[in-house]
């Protein structure tokens, strides 16, 4: 029997039907990104604020480098002389109506050299904000690497333990089956029982990284920091060993990174700007012509030439000792700043070998005997040759193992992300 009541719950019906498929007409449109690395990148590269505003101003130096060569603005100045007419009429500001009017056009000329100095300046600056902006992604894209690699250890992690948790439950079984057979004490099912409770609680522990975890991922993309995210699939391929050769990836350091790219740049500015607070010994000139206007006809035409005499020569020479400080603080700057990137890719080198090495062990040497210690403790448990805790024993060595190997995948990724963060590419 159709009712208002059944009307109202048939609305409601629609209308939570319309809310769950929007939701999924939008998330079918676009994707979460999380899955991959790349996604996560992608969607930084596109609309991280912070790297946007470097952008900007990148580009905004590189505008500014297009008028620093420019000449200043020429001057025009209008003088109307003798307004009365030696008192022979009111005051008039009419050029036909008074004694003379002179129209005055003049342009400075910086000295020979000055206009292509500051373009040159302006120009360096412009390649150093464009190095920065690079380094700002590097640094960004490095950040997003190092948590995606977090991220796909938290989620590995937790997969892993509630493998171990249903082997646990399976365990759990075994004991009661012996203990009710009365093979085996009461103690080994409470055991069992102990330790699927601080499973369960470390799977709880593993929920909160991974909120936190996500909440980081989310600030570096600029989403909501409780936006969902794609579950993690799969980690990059590590580069090769003869990729990750020292004195080669020196030379693309020297070249390719941008910090060192924008210390560079700041460094030929300053030798730019010493350059020119030298030539700023010589002065810069004016000229100008002026037609002078005696009532309603031009008669006369006049010639001017300005110079400025540079003769405070104290001041000039604390700008000239100022700029070659400034010159050498650039220089030692830079070098400071490769021998930190020299530095810190020698270190990520070595980690990202160690745990290359590490992983290799444990997938071809240590897991293996893990499981076939495990496979062999459980055989003898259920004919009562070893005790459940030597059984227990087995499982967490099986269950440590592989911790330590997706903790080695994580950390190789990570030494990568700042591997290439110092490169200013990816390998």
């Known amino acids: 029997m159709f009712t208002p009541y059944s009307f109202a719950l048939s609305v409601r019906a629609c209308a939570a039907a319309l809310a769950l498929a929007f939701p999924l007409a939008a998330t079918a449109a676009e994707p979460l990104p999380g899955n991959s690395v790349e996604s996560l990148l992608a969607w930084a590269r596109e609309r991280n604020p912070e790297y946007a505003s470097m952008r900007h101003e990148a580009e905004a130096a590189r505008e500014r480098s297009a008028s620093a060569g420019a000449l200043p603005d020429p001057k025009i100045r209008v003088e109307l002389e003798d307004i009365t007419r030696m008192g022979e009429q009111n005051a008039s500001l009419l050029p036909g109506r008074v004694g003379r009017a002179r129209y005055q056009v003049m342009q400075e000329l910086p000295w020979f050299g000055k206009r292509d100095l500051r373009r040159d300046i302006a120009a360096f600056e412009a390649d150093a904000a464009q190095g920065k902006a690079g380094g700002t992604w590097a640094e960004l894209s490095a950040r997003i690497k190092a948590a995606y690699a977090q991220y796909f250890y938290i989620a590995q992690n937790e997969r892993l333990t509630r493998e171990i948790l249903d082997l646990m439950t399976s365990l759990e079984k075994v004991t009661q089956a012996r203990y009710a057979g009365g093979l085996a004490a009461q103690s080994d099912a409470i055991r069992a029982q102990v330790e699927q409770t601080s499973m369960r609680n470390e799977l709880l522990m593993l929920e909160n990284d991974r ?8 600030m570096l993309l600029a989403r909501p920091a409780t936006a969902p995210l794609a ?116 270190e990520n080198l070595s980690g990202l070998d160690t745990a290359r090495r590490t992983e290799a062990l444990i997938a071809n040497s240590l897991l293996p005997q893990a499981e076939l210690t495990y496979k062999s403790a459980l055989a003898s448990y259920e004919n009562g040759k070893v005790d459940f805790a030597t059984l227990l024993d087995a499982q967490r060595q099986i269950r440590a193992a592989r911790q330590n190997q997706i903790k080695a995948q994580a950390e190789a990724q990570a030494r990568l992300a700042e591997i290439e963060r110092i490169l200013g590419e990816e390998l």
């Open 211 to 218: 909120r936190m975890t996500c909440s980081r991922l989310n």
């Open 231 to 346: 579950d993690p699939e799969r980690l990059r391929p590590l580069p090769s060993p003869a990729q990750l050769d020292y004195t080669a990836l020196e030379d693309r350091v020297r070249s390719r990174n941008p910090l060192l790219a924008a210390e560079d740049a700041k460094l030929k500015a300053a030798e730019k700007s010493r350059d020119l607070t030298y030539r700023n010994r010589y002065p810069d000139v004016a000229v100008g012509f002026a037609p002078v206007q005696t009532g309603k006809s031009v008669k006369e035409w006049e010639v001017m030439f300005e110079m400025n005499i540079p003769l405070q020569q104290s001041s000039r020479r604390a700008m000239e000792r100022e700029s070659e400080s400034m010159l050498s603080a650039a220089r030692s700057r830079r070098d400071a700043t490769a021998n930190q990137v020299l530095s810190e890719l020698a």
